[in-house]
């Protein structure tokens, strides 16, 4: 804050006012309009403004005591938060916003209501923040990967020809569950011509023999509906795979393997993705993926992002997911890891090894 | 739009994307700044602007065939809005955006630019024409509601002391999915204290005697993370009542069904709301919501909302959401039905009668 001269922070999203205030307020999810807000001053305590009915799990969930109640419908929370910045002092101030999330109707009101206030861009104050995380966070993401690692496992281990997709996706799910999972943040399952489409909801399609089935899933550890997300993907066939298919999954895994292996503080998206693109030049399968892998927690993509322009560096306590994929002949090979960056290399919050040869559903 | 005198507009919320385009497109929910958007000019074909990987689904999902594909992280999906708009002649147009969705950076950078061009809130548009539902929204949101009334009643039905308040809710949800449903947009069941925090996620405390249980229930159709919603609440206390607890809930359901009576073409919210605050009025009970009823649709809460102040008349087909709650001994006692509006007065699609005396779980 300092660097960027700002006065006070506001944050807004669901990500950012539950990194700061310790509460997944669900009216951020489910009504756009019911803002929750937290106001961060480079000097002072914090406060928060929510609706009245959302005092109560403030009080038991956030340290934040500095609470300002607004009546859903009768009063409007932007003109309640002018007022706690004009009582700090702040009705002068820089004041830093997240525009890429607060809406420009808001913003417009909040400019008329303080107009001698300077408003600037602070999501990259809360994305720098968040790409590094805590002992604690590392300790939940860690417990959340394994989960729905296992979770995965089981039910590829279960399927079987002409079970749904949906009976499989349902495995998954209650078995992530049952290991403290807490919702779905997304959850792909596909088989054959499905699969070509990058995220449709699992089917009442049967498994049927030659079909490549791929998933990718991610599961929220908090509330259902926010928190800490987990995302790995796993790819298998239905039979027997063809040479092709067979030879088309062992360099992906091998790729896989190699970006891995490369994991480290300093590396960047730049060195790693041409790993996989190098290694699909001329063969014919089709590598389109704009990255190959991203930072994770709160939100499933988080910077650094792994493009193939990315210079900003790894470093230690950043959680990563790897997930090189490719098309070929109509269908979606991928696999996805997550891992922490550590002093020297990563530790592997899933275990790829089990999926080192293209997986097969009997 | 003829009579806002707008151009164009373009829609960016997922619920205004799905209702343009038919496609309920995943990244707008989990990754924010993979933008998807729709333009419909007042005259000529509807485009969008999408991420190169969504390109699948919106063939197979979407009647609008005039795709601009944008390369994420390489391209800004802003700056393709912007070349889209110029090519249809509309740089220096009039064009309505959904301000209270729309970011306030990607506003700024659209009007960086196209500086000729006048930017209006469009929002109310679209609010106005979701409104009214079709035949085709009626008939799947009473599927949906008959589905989720359904679910609860097996759950409820099925609970015991000793059970935990997690343990009815997986019912509740399993129940939901067996009848079409796809996803939860909200799930509160809350028992005792835990009942005081308005959506407290369902928690391992077992229900025990005296402890007064209430849900409110709210699953998607359509998609897991979006879709059309449902929104029914119910309560019910472990053991037998205490007569305090038997009398407030009885005039709770009591005065449900006198709104329920009221609903038809033209009554407001001033009119419905005031049933609710005058039948508890000096009773000691506490009537503190901000509102008796809403709309809802692909958002849980859209216009009208019935509220103290709303003069806006319900007309035929509206589909709307009736809930009084009320507060007493730190306890919270919640009905909530689902009925749409028609010529003469209102059709329920789910059944407060099961409901007319407070449940006992035994």
Not at 63 to 86: G, M, R, T
Not at 180 to 187: K, N, Q, R, T, Y
Not at 335 to 355: Q, Y
Request: with cysteine; net charge negative; aromatic share 8%.
């Amino acid at each position: 804050m300092a660097e960027l001269q700002i006065d006070a922070i506001v944050a807004s999203s669901l990500e950012n006012v539950f990194y700061l205030s310790d509460a997944l307020i669900l009216g951020q999810r489910v009504v756009p309009t019911r803002l929750a807000l937290v106001i961060w001053p480079a000097n002072g305590e914090p406060a928060m403004v929510i609706r009245n009915l959302e005092e109560m799990q403030l009080r038991a969930d956030s340290p934040i005591a500095d609470l300002h109640c607004y009546v859903e419908f009768q009063e409007s929370p932007i003109a309640l938060l002018a007022k706690v910045l004009q009582e700090k002092g702040l009705a002068a101030g820089r004041i830093g916003l997240e525009t890429r999330h607060l809406a420009a109707r808001y913003r417009d009101e909040l400019g008329t209501l303080l107009p001698r206030a300077t408003f600037v861009d602070a999501d990259e104050l809360f994305d720098r923040a968040r790409t590094i995380k805590s002992p604690e966070e590392i300790e939940l993401m860690t417990r959340a990967a394994k989960a729905t690692d296992e979770a995965i496992q089981i039910a590829f281990d279960g399927a079987r020809e002409g079970m749904t997709e949906a009976q499989i996706a349902s495995t998954m799910t209650g078995e992530t569950f049952r290991r403290g999972g807490d919702g779905i943040a997304f959850i792909a399952l596909a088989s054959g011509a499905n699969a070509k489409v990058i995220h449709r909801k699992p089917s009442n399609k049967p498994l049927a023999r030659g079909d490549v089935v791929r998933t990718d899933f991610g599961a929220y550890f908090g509330s259902y509906f926010g928190g800490y997300l987990t995302d790995l993907a796993r790819t298998a066939v239905v039979g027997m795979p063809t040479p092709r298919q067979t030879e088309v999954y062992r360099r992906l895994f091998d790729v896989h393997m190699q970006i891995l292996a490369q994991v480290r503080p300093g590396a960047t998206g730049v060195q790693l993705y041409e790993i996989c693109r190098k290694a699909f030049e001329g063969t014919g399968v089709l590598f389109r993926s704009p990255f190959v892998g991203h930072n994770l927690g709160l939100l499933v993509h988080e910077d650094p992002i792994l493009t193939p322009s990315s210079c900003e560096p790894l470093e230690p306590n950043m959680v990563m997911a790897i997930e090189p994929f490719v098309f070929d002949d109509g269908a979606m090979f991928h696999i996805e890891d997550m891992l922490v960056v550590t002093e020297t290399g990563c530790r592997l919050l899933s275990d790829p090894h089990r999926w080192s040869e293209l997986k097969c559903i009997p």
